[in-house]
């Protein structure tokens, strides 16, 4: 009943009140003019139609709509904070797991080997580092002839060599190309 909801709301029962019923509520709560049109009546509230006699019975509750979004965010936030527990679990073991793989490594010597070669002769061409973010731009990097691009050369280049060629330690960078 109505007035069970308008009780169970004050109360905040968690038990009762479940996400699913929360979100029919929400949608079903009256706005400041449903509650505006309601306030003035004085009859017998059985007389009203199903939904004005929800609101005539919760507009008593202090910020009805409120309340039942509070608690709806609290019964979805365990769930939430698992979820991101959980990506952030992931995504510290693909950390570890770059930060100790050799062939990553190769791979970041090799593109610091290709940027200094193409930027030779400028104040980029002794580069001891890059951004990382420069590994998203790679495809945009054309030849010449505009058939192929960085990224596709360095994948080949590294299918071609092997990874015995790719000890970057010591090597001038000439040798990379």
Not at 31 to 42: G, K, Q, T, V
Request: with cysteine; hydrophobic share 40%; proline share 2%.
């Amino acid at each position: 009943t109505d007035e069970e909801i308008r009780s169970r709301v004050v109360k905040i029962d968690e038990k009762w009140l479940t996400v699913e019923l929360l979100e029919m509520l929400i949608d079903c709560a009256p706005n400041a003019e449903d509650l505006e049109s309601i306030a003035p009546y004085d009859g017998d509230p059985a007389l009203l139609a199903i939904c004005e006699h929800f609101f005539y019975v919760v507009q008593s509750v202090p910020f009805f709509a409120r309340r039942l979004s509070a608690l709806h965010g609290k019964l979805l936030f365990n769930g939430h904070a698992s979820a991101a527990i959980n990506t952030l679990e992931k995504v510290s073991v693909a950390i570890l797991e770059i930060g100790s793989s050799r062939g990553f490594r190769r791979l970041l010597g090799i593109l610091l080997a290709v940027g200094n070669r193409l930027n030779k002769g400028t104040t980029r061409g002794k580069a001891q580092g890059f951004d990382l973010r420069v590994l998203s731009k790679l495809n945009l990097v054309k030849s010449s002839d505009r058939k192929t691009n960085l990224l596709r050369f360095i994948a080949s280049f590294i299918d071609s060599h092997g990874s015995s060629s790719t000890e970057t330690e010591g090597n001038d960078d000439d040798y990379w190309l």
